[in-house]
């Protein structure tokens, strides 16, 4: 994938967002093995993150947003995690 990223633009305990420049996706997920043990609970984090940016419309020309999902993001609520995602993506794009 890629050998080096940039420097990510936000951080939190939740997650960890990076902007990469001159890439064709507009949003990529990642989320550990080692933290989320079954795909259900991974493809859940996943389905809320794709949901938050469809609703809000959280789109960039010219690149996309990488989030890195940490542990602590599964015991957000939704509309608290909705929060933090469209502030985050939000103080980017300004």
């Not at 936000?10 to 420049?21: A, E, G, P």
């Not at 001159?22 to 794709?50: G, P, Q």
């Not at 947003?65 to 933090?84: G, N």
């Amino acid at each position: 994938m890629l050998s080096r990223l940039p420097r990510h633009f936000y951080s939190s305990k939740n997650f960890r967002i990076f902007f990469l420049k001159d890439d064709k996706e507009s949003l990529r997920i990642s989320i550990s093995k080692k933290n989320f043990k079954l795909a259900v609970s991974r493809n859940l984090v996943k389905r809320h993150i794709k949901e938050i940016f469809r609703i809000n419309e959280l789109k960039v020309e010219g690149g996309c947003f990488l989030i890195f999902v940490f542990t602590p993001f599964s015991k957000l609520k939704y509309s608290e995690a909705s929060v933090e995602i469209v502030n985050a993506v939000k103080s980017h794009n300004l």
